[in-house]
């Protein structure tokens, strides 16, 4: 790691009452980097869905599987890596959200990938067959943090 890159790491079990642990550390390191409240919680909202998803969909709600949080600071990005070993999903395969028939028929849920994508500047993913699956979440510092010293 270069000298102004700092990593922190959190595991948690695949088990929704966990989510909140993972919300605070999140939500802790983003107010830390300097983030404002509503980038903090954009940031810990977008992490909720990907474990969230995790939970759901990779782990199909098993309760003792793992998934793993870094957080990798850099000068001016926030990145958030979510691993766990899962099934594995292809957002190719994903079609874009048709958001006012979603909202006009109350659809729950489906929507969270597209809330990562509009809340975080980068979402990744990277999946191979026989390795952990990686979702990759970045926020760049905004220029009223950069100006402020933050």
Do not use: W
């Not at 810990?44 to 759901?56: M, P, R, S």
């Not at 489906?110 to 926020?139: A, H, Q």
Request: glycine share 6%; net charge positive.
């Amino acid at each position: 790691m270069k000298p102004k890159e700092k990593l922190l790491t959190k595991t948690i079990l695949s088990r929704t009452d966990n989510l909140l642990g993972a919300r605070e550390f999140v939500s802790s390191a983003a107010r830390a980097f300097g983030f404002s409240e509503e980038e903090t919680a954009n940031i810990v909202l977008a992490v909720d869905e990907a474990c969230t998803n995790i939970i759901k969909h990779a782990y199909q709600y098993v309760t003792n599987k793992e998934i793993e949080i870094s957080i990798l600071q850099k000068n001016q990005s926030f990145e958030v890596r979510i691993f766990d070993n899962g099934k594995a999903f292809d957002p190719s395969a994903l079609r874009p959200p048709d958001i006012k028939e979603h909202i006009g028929h109350h659809r729950g849920g489906g929507l969270g990938v597209y809330m990562m994508k509009r809340l975080m500047d980068k979402v990744e993913y990277n999946f191979n067959p026989g390795n952990r699956n990686e979702v990759r979440l970045t926020k760049f510092r905004s220029r009223e943090s950069v100006a402020s010293g933050r």
